[in-house]
T-cell receptor, first 113, second 111 residues
Framework: AQKVTQAQTEISVVEKEDVTLDCVYETRDTTYYLFWYKQPPSGELVFLIR??????QNEISGRYSWNFQKSTSSFNFTITASQVVDSAVYFC??????????FGKGTRLHILP | DAEITQSPRHKITETGRQVTLACHQT?????MFWYRQDLGHGLRLIHY???????NKGEVSDGYSVSRSNTEDLPLTLESAASSQTSVYFC??????????FGPGTRLTVL
């Protein structure tokens, strides 16, 4: 079965703190893709990153970084020096070979000024 | 710039009426998807298409249908709207093996 679990339903941190959003996935496929999407209060879904199953290199993009570990089936997302504009719901997702994407239920992140 | 659009953005309808939500993309992507988003459920796949004349059922397809007559459009039809179909609907498209790009969403209320 394919499954994505985001155990943190809601997180609140004070601005400038670092925060990590957890994502654990299950799949029987050896080839798959993992994604993170951001959904700000305005409601649109914004694509943040894609990682394929053969590339375990961590990625950094500005204040955002992603840690992919196949051994623990995790694809965690860290925001460094958080800002109020980072407040949003963040979805982790898994795409299998037939291109269907399965989403986690999301983590609502509140950055407090 | 290529984009994906949805219309209407907001719709209020009555139980039993037929409703069609439009999705149009200019990315020239073969793959298109419809999701619904509800509190506590995240995004759930309704229908998807891998190309013209191809349609497939997703996780929550009952009460919905789609048709794909060209590459750009995948309209979603609610045959007889029910209150349980009140939701936010997102259309998405993708090209192998990229990420899916989402439309802005349609908020549907069924009274």
């Amino acid at each position: 079965a394919q499954k994505v679990t985001q155990a943190q339903t809601e997180i609140s941190v004070v601005e400038k703190e670092d925060v990590t959003l957890d994502c654990v996935y299950e799949t029987r496929d050896t080839t798959y893709y993992l994604f993170w999407y951001k959904q700000p209060p305005s409601g649109e879904l914004v694509f943040l990153i894609r990682r394929n199953s053969f590339d375990e290199q961590n990625e950094i993009s500005g204040r955002y970084s992603w840690n992919f570990q196949k051994s623990t089936s995790s694809f965690n997302f860290t925001i460094t020096a958080s800002q109020v504009v980072d407040s949003a719901v963040y979805f982790c997702a898994l795409r299998n070979r037939d291109d269907k994407i399965i989403f986690g239920k999301g983590t609502r992140l509140h950055i407090l000024p | 710039d290529a984009e994906i659009t949805q219309s209407p953005r907001h719709k209020i309808t009555e139980t039993g009426r037929q409703v069609t939500l439009a999705c149009h993309q200019t990315w020239n992507h073969n793959n298109m998807f419809w999701y619904r988003q509800d509190l506590g459920h995240g995004l759930r796949l309704i229908h998807y298409s891998y190309g013209v004349q191809d349609t497939n059922k997703g996780e929550v397809s009952d009460g919905y249908s789609v048709s794909r007559s060209n590459t750009e459009d995948l309209p979603l039809t609610l045959e007889s709207a029910a209150s349980s179909q009140t939701s936010v609907y997102f259309c998405a498209s993708s090209a192998e093996p990229g990420g899916q790009f989402f439309g802005p969403g349609t908020r549907l209320t069924v009274l």
